[in-house]
């Protein structure tokens, strides 16, 4: 396992489409979390997964954006009617369920709504 | 909400020299974690300091949380090229979603 994994790296999407994001854990990583991050700015938080339960979840996560993570393992991130201002790196991250070490960030998503 | 200000914005240097960035905040923390974003990657952990006073170093980089526990600071000794990046400061807030710095840009001339 090389760390974490999202797909795809980079998206283009019109006005009012829906995207879906996939990020794989660390294998043996059970807390997952889902930050966006805009142009200039550090990443800000979204929301977090310990195993398959979301158990917190920001102000920033509308209606129109929602996240599972069925079995635990990976996690998906859907926003339904995207608006430009959406357009952000989005950026998974993992971490042990022992202590507050620092997380394992991916590569992020970059999305582009046009 | 929380915010932790970050300082300079942004450095431009010559390779060797040293460098020096903090951060501070109106609250107090119990950990302060510093990261290193490279241009289109995710942030990469340098450092994680847990107590007040602590003095932490990885290679060239070395540092602090402050005694009063509402600062940190993170030195680069001996700047390389590849030292180019955003470095975040970043805290635990919430259960466990971290807040992160606004960042300093880091340009290092060869």
């Known amino acids: 396992d090389t760390g974490v994994s999202q797909n795809p790296r980079h998206k283009i999407t019109k006005r009012g489409q829906n995207v879906t994001f996939r990020c794989d854990p660390i294998?043996?990583?059970?807390?997952l979390y889902w930050y966006r991050q805009t142009l200039g700015q550090g990443p800000e938080f979204l929301t977090y997964?310990?195993?398959?339960?979301?158990?917190?979840k920001s102000r920033l996560l509308s209606d129109r954006f929602s996240a599972e993570r069925p079995k635990g393992s990976f996690s998906t991130l859907e926003i339904q009617r995207t608006e430009q201002g959406d357009s952000a790196m989005y950026l998974c991250?993992?971490?042990?369920?022992?202590?507050?070490?620092?997380?394992?960030f991916g590569s992020g998503t970059r999305l582009t709504v046009v | 909400g929380q915010q932790l200000n970050q300082s300079p914005q942004s450095m431009f240097i010559q390779e060797g020299e040293d460098v020096s960035m903090n951060c501070t905040s109106s609250?107090?923390?119990?950990?302060w974690l510093w990261y290193k974003q490279d241009p289109g990657e995710g942030p990469v952990l340098l450092i994680a300091?847990?107590?007040?006073?602590e003095l932490t170093s990885n290679g060239r980089l070395t540092a602090q949380f402050g005694i009063t526990r509402k600062d940190s600071f993170l030195n680069i000794s001996a700047s390389i090229p590849s030292d180019v990046g955003i470095y975040f400061c970043?805290?635990?807030?919430?259960?466990?979603?971290?807040?992160f710095g606004s960042g300093t840009r880091l340009q290092v001339q060869p």
């Open positions: 991250a993992s971490s042990p369920g022992t202590e507050n070490y620092g997380y394992t």
């Open positions: 294998s043996e990583h059970n807390r």
């Open positions: 997964f310990q195993n398959e339960a979301q158990l917190e």
């Open positions: 609250s107090i923390f119990n950990t």
């Open positions: 300091l847990y107590k007040a006073g």
């Open positions: 970043a805290e635990y807030t919430g259960r466990r979603a971290l807040t």
